[in-house]
């Protein structure tokens, strides 16, 4: 070959080379312009993700804002909520900037009786992005889930919103925002919600139990039990019992383990049947999860020591016992599938009506014009995954896998699912309802639910910042409509 031919050569590769890289950025481009979302409904958001086939949205449509408890109904228990930005005090520790309900984070601990209806007015008085409250666990109507986008708009500095809802199931939940949630959750603004059974005469002779409320959350870097650095100390007789409800609003799964013998009252709101001593076992609590503890003050006057999640403990015993040390955090795990006496699910979830999958993976991919490894649903990116259409009465299974090498806590609105299975072992003990459930690499949950709460849920992944990085699908009733809009010009953005 020549010079020349070497040289034309050259020109040609760099010029091949030049078209190839210009190309690309036009792809690159294209794809990142086509990746942004602007302003969109969720209603256009996925595919349909059943393997029966369904009927379709009905003539009409109902709109979410009419999805509301009894307009009529006097309110029980009244609370006003007020969200603030600003510094948040932790005792024991240093302070930092977040957000506060009614001037503290946690905010107050909201208690009401089952059967009561609970009317708060939330106010935002100074957090600029816009807040809402969504009341985890608590199987509201629509119009009171909270989710800015789907079932409200954010409310803005100034403004307020009404939730108004019927606690049906006593146990232990909690609310918080669900406006940029992973940002303002994790700074605060939030708190716990407990409702009790209905009163009942107390047994003579009977102790009633110590109620404690043990809310896991970690500010910066700080781990802390109802916005405290440092151990709860909670004052009880000897011999007497002693219910620990733990709250994890953080964004990993707590464990728990004790000192004494305990037993696991209820999940998520839901009592466990039959539940039995456990010892040498901790028990896990995923992010958003709740479980409530029974333990028994050492009948000899010592003090008992509940370790919850690893940094902070509750001590409990007479107020001069001394706290005693640590102890190790047991090998074992409490495995809640045969846990507890079966007892009637209250429906035949042996032939659904609607079959979903829901499986989780990971890419590399563009999300609102973001480059990054997203997560994704049955392959795909959001917002482009599966929408889950049901309709109302529908008996409903759904099949969580996590092909991920991340634990996943999976979080449905507005309903408790109830487990049938893990790797294809079956459910033993009391029936296990839950509103959050971790799903572990390599894990596939079989868990069944009745549609009977008419509304647009979002079904989504509770370590928050994996939500905004795509872990996010939704269950929809048929003739369902919302009005609200996700990056429109009220600014929601609910993840
Ligand atoms: Cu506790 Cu959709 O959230
Ligand atoms: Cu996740």
Partial sequence: MSRSDLRRGEVLRRAVALVALAAALGLAAFGWWSSRLGEYSVMAMGHDAAHAAHGGAGAGGVSVTSLTADPARRADVKVELVARSGTVEIPGGRSVEGYTVNGTSPGPTIRARQGQLVEVTFVN???????????????????????????????????????????????????????????????????????????????????????VVALLHVYAGQHTLGGRAEDERVVATPGQPVRIRVVNTDQGTATVWSSVPYRVAAVDGHDVVGPTEVVDRSVLVPAGGRVDLMVTTPADGSAARVH??????????????????????????????????????????????????????????????RPGVFWTVNGRLFPDVPMFHVRE????????????????????????????????????????????????????????????????????????????????????????????????????QPE
């Fill in 393 to 492: 009465g529908d008996v409903v299974v759904m099949r969580l896998t996590n092909n991920s090498d991340e634990v996943h806590p999976m979080h449905l609105h507005g309903h408790h699912v109830v487990v049938l299975s893990r790797n294809s072992v079956a459910a033993q003990g009391s029936p296990w309802w839950v509103d959050t459930l971790d799903v572990r690499p390599g894990e596939t949950y079989e868990v069944a639910f009745v549609a009977d709460n008419p509304g647009i849920w979002s079904d989504h992944c509770h370590t928050l910042p994996h939500a905004v990085d795509g872990l996010v699908a939704h269950v929809m009733y048929d003739g369902v409509t919302t009005p609200f809009t996700i990056n429109g010009a009220a600014g929601n």
């Fill in 125 to 211: 008085e100074s957090v600029r992005d816009g807040a809402t409250l969504h009341w985890h666990g608590v199987d509201v109507p629509n119009a009171a889930d909270g989710v800015a986008g789907i079932t409200q708009d954010a409310v803005p500095v100034g403004g307020r919103y009404v939730y108004r809802f019927v606690v049906k199931d006593a146990g232990t939940y909690w609310y918080h925002s669900h406006q940029v949630s992973h940002e303002q959750v994790e700074r605060g603004l939030f708190g716990a919600l407990v409702v009790s059974p209905p009163a009942a005469p107390a047994a003579p002779g009977s102790r009633s139990p110590v109620d």
């Fill in 308 to 369: 919850v999640g690893g940094a902070r403990s509750v001590i409990l015993g007479p107020a001069a016992a001394a706290a005693p040390g640590p102890v190790a955090q047991p090998r074992e795990v409490l495995d809640l599938l045969d846990y507890g006496r079966p007892a009637p699910l209250g429906f035949d979830p042996s032939h659904p009506d609607k079959t979903f999958d829901y499986t989780i993976g990971r890419r590399i991919g563009l999300i609102d014009g």
